[in-house]
């Protein structure tokens, strides 16, 4: 007859307790009955009810029958198992290697119904010997179990891999691979994970090339936020398979995904510890060219100790350098030019390219790591790779704010900063960004302190260092310190808005009376209100499409993203500053020199200052706030 559970559906089994037995003594077994039978072990086990007898109640209104249980034995020492703490019992007589474990005994006292089969699905890969699915080692030889009933058909599962490691299950399964847990055949309490190739992919030299590649550059960092990796060899079939810590936990991807978006404490704090990982690989010459959430482990131990409050984040560790790239090493068909490795979603634009990447692409890739654990959703995705890769070439993505305005100004500038397009304006070291992100505090507001504050001129420099210094900073192109950029962040599309309607106006205003003035010099007269009107009128209309033209640029491109908005803020109230500065003074020192130094004002109302004052201001203008975009342009051109 089919196998009936341990416990009836309405007497839930309590973890903790030994498998058959109970803590209080049971009333003997009715005469002629064999609480155990001849050939098992002193175990007792649940019995089946009987059926019920005609015109009884159905099931589930009938009151529970008493379960007869053997006579209770002392408690032993609690252990581990695989579906929680257990009792370790007496071990079992061994039985036939594939077969269940029949258990007799009997019948209940007055019932006669027949004892229930228990499945032995777990077996000790030492002596033979099966066990319940509760049982985790050995009771005789505290050898691992292998639990058949998740193995499968997979032919490692309680084999012996290098004379030292014991497949004990299949923890997951990629694309690439299997992952296995193992356990050390002399240092029984130690865990590790076996990660081998499909057999398909074993025989392709370069995925086994990637896969060495992997053991290679992780077994050369050193740090605690890299998965270690102890030892690689091959299968006898060739198969390569890699030995590494084995880690509890989940992906960062899982972890968002089941409880939410990380307020941005958390988020910083996870994120400073891959940027610390990759610096040490970075400093080894090593890009990782695949940072994403799914090769970001969150160790089981710290979600708990966040959990009671005990630490302000988990702690993550980095996986999967399978297709990281060795700087110093020569350029080999694992890396070359043309090849697009990694994942879309995640990937920098010139990886996407297919050109040679440098660390900055690992920036690019943990600013959308970032992005993700904020708002939950990967900074491009659409349905197939050629798609997605497109968007990471031609767009930027939804800005965070957009999706949660509860996300600072500060951190969302941070991340549009890491994934910008151009290598040379992100931050260019990990180290860079680590800092970056340690500026937050509780609540993810931003320790702006002395950040925002000009250091102080040197007493002992000359007075040309001083105008040298002066003239950098007013052409200078790198994005300002961390405090003052959050300031400036959130006035950047209030103060776009404003220098563009004054420059706006300025440009409309000053072209009209440039060209009034030329009138004037060529008629030799006062210009008439015709005159006057077309001058308007056409420079309205003439200023008409390059005003919408950059009204769309500007909604398109810079009003989405924060860093650019900053950059372009600055330009235009540079240019603003130059060029109402220029016109304004040169106003003023032209009446003091007519009116104060010549006494003749009729100079005033010549045509040609109009013309020298637009001339003049223009000139300013680009020279003070045309210059950084020029050299903007020019470096990005040089870069790539």
């Not at 050995?138 to 050898?143: F, L």
């Not at 060529?522 to 015709?530: A, N, R, Y």
Request: glycine share 8%; net charge neutral; with cysteine.
């Amino acid at each position: 007859m089919p196998s009936t559970p341990l416990t009836r559906p309405d007497e839930p089994h309590a973890q903790g307790e030994v498998f058959g037995a109970s803590d209080t003594e049971r009333p003997p077994p009715g005469p002629g009955s064999d609480p155990f039978g001849p050939d098992e072990p002193s175990s007792g086990v649940a019995r089946a009810a009987p059926p019920p007898p005609p015109g009884a109640l159905p099931p589930a209104v009938a009151p529970p029958r008493p379960v007869d249980r053997a006579p209770s034995r002392p408690r032993v020492p609690t252990m581990l198992h695989a579906g929680g703490p257990s009792q370790l019992q007496a071990p079992p007589e061994p039985v036939d290697v594939g077969t269940a474990r029949p258990v007799s005994g009997g019948t209940n006292p007055g019932v006669g119904a027949p004892a229930v089969d228990v499945p032995l699905t777990r077996r000790c890969t030492a002596c033979e010997t099966r066990y319940p699915a509760d049982f985790l080692v050995c009771p005789r030889d505290a050898s691992p179990l292998v639990d058949e009933s998740e193995a499968g058909d997979d032919p490692l599962v309680g084999k012996l891999l290098g004379e030292t490691y014991q497949i004990v299950r299949v923890v997951g399964e990629g694309g690439m691979g299997r992952v296995y847990e193992a356990r050390h055949l002399r240092l029984k309490e130690r865990r590790f994970a076996v990660k081998t190739l499909h057999a398909d992919l074993a025989r392709n030299n370069e995925i086994v090339a990637r896969f060495m590649r992997e053991a290679e550059s992780a077994s050369s960092l050193s740090h605690p936020n890299v998965v270690d990796v102890f030892d690689v060899h091959h299968l006898p079939d060739g198969t390569p398979y890699l030995v590494g810590e084995f880690l509890d936990g989940e992906e960062l991807a899982t972890y968002v995904e089941a409880r939410g978006v990380l307020e941005p404490r958390m988020a910083a704090a996870m994120v400073r510890q891959v940027c610390r990982a990759l610096s040490a690989a970075h400093a080894h010459g090593i890009v990782h060219r695949d940072m994403k959430p799914e090769n970001i482990f969150v160790l089981r131990a710290s979600i708990e100790a966040v959990a009671r409050h005990e630490m302000p984040a988990p702690t993550v560790k980095v996986l999967d350098f399978g297709i990281s790239k060795a700087g110093g090493a020569e350029r080999t068909h694992l890396t070359r030019t043309g090849v697009i490795m990694g994942t879309p979603s995640y990937m920098a634009p010139e990886q996407a390219r297919g050109i040679k990447v440098d660390h900055r692409a690992d920036i690019y890739s943990v600013g959308a790591v970032l992005y993700f654990a904020l708002t939950g959703k990967r900074p491009f995705d659409a349905e197939d790779p050629t798609s997605t890769i497109s968007m990471v070439l031609t767009q930027d993505p939804v800005r965070p704010r957009q999706i949660d305005p509860r996300i600072p100004e500060a951190l969302e500038l941070v991340v549009q900063r890491a994934m910008a397009k151009d290598p040379a304006e992100r931050h260019q070291t990990m180290t860079e960004l680590e800092k970056a992100l340690g500026q937050f505090e509780e609540g993810g507001r931003m320790v702006v302190a002395g950040a925002s504050i000009e250091p102080p001129p040197d007493p002992s420099a000359s007075p040309a260092d001083r105008a040298l210094d002066v003239v950098k900073r007013v052409f200078a192109t790198a994005t300002p310190p961390p405090g003052q950029s959050a300031m400036l962040a959130r006035v950047a599309r209030p103060t776009i808005t404003v220098t563009s309607l004054v420059l706006g106006l300025w440009l409309v205003g000053g072209t009209t009376a440039a060209l009034a003035g030329l009138v004037r010099v060529l008629h030799d007269g006062e210009v008439t209100l015709t005159e006057c009107v077309l001058l308007v009128v056409g420079c309205l209309f003439a200023a008409a499409t390059p005003a919408a033209l950059y009204v769309l640029h500007v909604r398109k491109v810079i009003w989405p993203n924060s860093v650019r908005a900053l950059q372009l803020a600055t330009d235009l109230r540079r240019t603003a500053s130059a060029a109402l500065v220029t016109y304004g003074g040169l106003s003023i020192v032209a009446r003091i020199g007519h009116t104060v130094l010549w006494r003749n004002s009729k100079g005033l109302t010549s045509g040609w200052w109009d013309i020298a004052l637009f001339g003049v201001s223009i000139l300013a203008a680009v020279v003070f706030g045309g210059a950084a975009p020029l050299l903007r342009n020019l470096r990005r051109r040089r870069s790539t």
